[in-house]
T-cell receptor, first 112, second 110 residues
């Protein structure tokens, strides 16, 4: 079954540390996305990718980097984590052509 | 400026009642809408998508779209407590970027 898998599910990081969130998809979708969701709010786009080797800035890219080394994998990197980056992060893959966007289970990140 | 606005922010309906949720985009380039449902602590799951004017029905869920006003609405009839969730509207333009609204929190009271 096609799926989007995120790791880790939960992460506690210290301020100033480096954090890498990973995402793997078996949907063979070209497009992948990283969102963050703060309590009671919608999803805000951080970075997205149209395929291996490409990354694009979303609406709130400051403080985040992204890497798409392959069709299947898309990582979100926080080089210097700050408490304001405490949130739930969702990865998604999809194509508009078949109206199929699938989300991973999310990563809860706490920066202390 | 947020591209997708949803209303109301929260909605309480009795079990068996009708829930009506609204979504409007401020970007004239938007041409595709989705509705997602997100239960507490879970990831969003797509309910329905719509890109043509008119109405689309799937079971208890009906979606309307007016492309001229960039307004879509989701109607849930015979609402059940299990329908209690955050409902997210999403819209995209041709470059495959997807924008989400802040959602409507629906509570269905038994």
């Amino acid at each position: 079954e096609a799926a989007v898998t995120q790791s880790p599910r939960n992460k506690v990081a210290v301020t100033g540390g480096k954090v890498t969130l990973s995402c793997n998809q078996t949907n063979n979708h070209n497009n992948m996305y990283w969102y963050r969701q703060d309590t009671g709010h919608g999803l805000r786009l951080i970075h997205y990718s149209y395929g291996a080797g490409s990354t694009e800035k979303g609406d709130i890219p400051d403080g985040y980097k992204a890497s798409r080394p392959s069709q299947e994998n898309f990582s979100l990197i926080l080089e210097l984590a700050t408490p304001s980056q405490t949130s739930v992060y969702f990865c998604a893959s999809g194509t508009r052509a078949n109206s199929d966007y699938t989300f991973g289970s999310g990563t809860r990140l706490l920066v202390i | 400026q947020q591209k997708v606005q949803q209303s109301p922010e929260s909605l309480i309906v009795p079990e068996g009642g009708m829930a009506s949720l609204n979504c409007t985009s401020s970007d004239r380039n938007v041409d595709y809408f989705w509705w997602y449902r997100q239960h507490s602590g879970k990831s969003p799951k797509m309910l329905m998508s719509i890109f043509s004017n008119g109405e689309k029905e799937e079971g208890r869920f009906t979606v309307h779209l007016n492309k001229a006003s960039l307004h879509t609405s989701l109607h849930i009839r015979d609402s059940q407590p299990s329908d209690s969730a955050l409902y997210l509207c999403a819209a995209s333009i041709s470059n495959n970027r997807i924008f989400f609204g802040d959602g409507t929190q629906l509570v269905v009271k038994p």
